[in-house]
């Protein structure tokens, strides 16, 4: 199969089901992104229910909500103190928590996953919800590689699925690009871009390609980064310096790729390699391969590239 040759068109599918008015999200995967999404979902009037493995990852993901929510406001009601404690009080009310995935689903509107970036482990999620969700529940993934459409196939709502991929930290980032395969209907289109822009985002329309647009530029770049170090060619904190004064880039490549998981980064390389394993963009890192096999994913774990701790 083509690597970018499949799901490229996009013909929308006459649907049944009408336009979906997103008020009830359940998010699945309480980690950076999932408990991002739920953030800005539940600060935009939401209603939030936020799943995961344990009661501890919860607890955590919700303490991070909570800290990430203080920031937001410092800024955004800095001559407001008590709007600001209002506004996070009335977003942590709209967040519930939950371990049992079908169950939660059985009164969303939307069930958007954001768990390891597996596609079986994915499909196999998506595979249980479709039995317990109501026929009107759209299904969408934040996948950042995988196709869109490879992971519906688990399920029986071909048209009802799409892709909705965030970018980390999820409160700060503006963009969201929104993505239907060949099944997804108009209505369910529609209903993720208008879900989208309900959060505030700017989203763009995205065809069901690996790494959609953002992905597909900017993994190749940070890896990139990486070989040109491996080579010999610049240290670490050089490059960094060189790509955030020289490029006008926020973060250097390799703090990027340890705030986005080195783990993470690992699973999109491996996955596009055994689509592509001649493709020199592709082809996978000792060092990275290292720090993942050392349990160094970047900041989430205290140590990738460089130390948090
Ligand atoms: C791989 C995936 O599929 C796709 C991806 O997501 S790829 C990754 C995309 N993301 C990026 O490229 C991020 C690049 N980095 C940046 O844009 C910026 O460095 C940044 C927005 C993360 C932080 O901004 P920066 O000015 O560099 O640093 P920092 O001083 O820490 O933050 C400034 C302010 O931003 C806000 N902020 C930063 N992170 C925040 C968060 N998680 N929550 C709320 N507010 C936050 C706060 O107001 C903070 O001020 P504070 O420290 O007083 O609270
Ligand atoms: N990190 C990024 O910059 C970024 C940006 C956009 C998209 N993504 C994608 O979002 C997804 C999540 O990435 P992340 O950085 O938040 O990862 P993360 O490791 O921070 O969090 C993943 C969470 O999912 C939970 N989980 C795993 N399997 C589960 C299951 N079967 N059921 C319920 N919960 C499960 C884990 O316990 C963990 O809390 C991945 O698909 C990733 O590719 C990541």
């Known amino acids: 199969m083509a690597f970018f040759g499949h799901h490229m068109c996009r013909a929308f599918s006459s649907s049944a089901f009408r336009s979906v008015a997103i008020k009830h999200v359940v998010i699945i995967g309480g980690g950076q992104m999932g408990a991002g999404i739920a953030q800005v979902a539940a600060s935009t009037g939401h209603q939030v229910t936020l799943v995961d493995t344990s009661d501890a990852i919860l607890t955590k993901a919700v303490k991070g909500i909570e800290a990430s929510l203080k920031r937001v406001v410092k800024k955004k009601f800095a001559d407001k103190p008590e709007a600001g404690v209002a506004f996070i009080e009335k977003a942590l009310r709209n967040v519930s928590i ?14 958007l996953e954001a768990i390891v970036e597996n596609l079986k482990v994915k499909q196999d999620l998506f595979s249980v919800l479709d039995k317990t969700a109501p026929a009107h529940t759209i299904f969408a993934s934040n996948t950042s590689s995988l196709p869109i459409g490879d992971i519906a196939s688990a399920t029986s709502r071909l048209d ?50 690996p790494g ?22 610049g240290s670490k904190e050089d490059i960094d310096v060189a790509m955030k004064l020289g490029a006008g880039y926020p973060m250097g490549p390799f703090e990027l790729l340890d705030y986005v998981g080195l783990d993470t980064a690992k699973f999109i390389l491996d996955g596009w390699s055994a689509m592509e394993p001649t493709n020199p963009l592709f082809s996978p890192s000792p060092l990275l391969n290292k720090l993942v096999a050392d349990g160094k994913f970047g900041k989430k774990t205290g140590e990738g590239f460089y130390k948090y701790k």
């Open 98 to 111: 939950a371990t049992d995935a079908a169950a939660a689903v059985q009164s969303a509107d939307l069930a």
């Open 160 to 209: 009802r699925f799409g892709g909705l991929h965030f970018f980390n930290p999820v409160p700060m980032m503006k963009l969201v690009e929104v993505i239907g395969t060949s099944a997804t209907s108009q209505e369910t289109f529609d209903s993720l871009m208008n879900f989208s822009n309900a959060l505030g985002k700017t989203s763009v329309s995205c065809k069901d390609t």
């Open 212 to 233: 959609f647009i953002v992905n597909r530029l900017l993994v190749p770049y940070m890896l990139e980064a990486v070989r040109l170090h491996e080579r010999g060619h």
